[in-house]
């Protein structure tokens, strides 16, 4: 049985930071790649980042380039999304997914996902 769990989301301030985490058990030999997306009041969910389970192959979505950085730690299972100078159109909640296969920013490309962590950076 795949398990993912997210944690550490919370409310920060403005130009805040917060370190996500996203423990997986039970993880598919078939994914080769993890991501983070994020979902807001009202709209769609988008992508975030993801990374390679190597550490090989890392991408993000402009809008946090610069100021999140996505790693994984392959002995604990576990991928973390370190999210520097937090804004308000940061708020959302947050979720990782286990990419099977196809684009890493298609959300079609993911088989199991987590039930997200909701992170708060008030106006």
């Known amino acids: 049985q795949v398990q993912l769990v997210e944690s550490g989301g919370g409310l920060v301030q403005a130009g805040g930071s917060l370190r996500l985490s996203c423990a997986v058990s039970?993880?598919?030999?078939?994914?080769?790649?993890m991501g983070w997306f994020r979902q807001a009041p009202w709209k769609e969910r988008e992508f975030v980042a993801a990374?390679?389970?190597?550490?090989?192959?890392?991408t993000y979505s402009d809008s946090v380039q610069c100021r999140f950085t996505i790693s994984s730690d392959n002995a604990k299972n576990t991928v973390y999304l370190q999210m520097n100078s937090l804004k308000p159109e940061d708020t959302a909640i947050y979720s990782c997914?286990?990419?099977?296969?196809?684009?890493?920013?298609?959300?079609?490309?993911?088989?199991?996902w987590g039930p997200g962590t909701q992170v708060t950076v008030p106006s």
């Open positions: 990374i390679t389970w190597g550490g090989g192959i890392l």
């Open positions: 997914a286990a990419h099977y296969h196809g684009q890493y920013y298609a959300l079609s490309s993911y088989n199991y």
């Open positions: 039970g993880r598919p030999f078939s994914s080769g790649a």
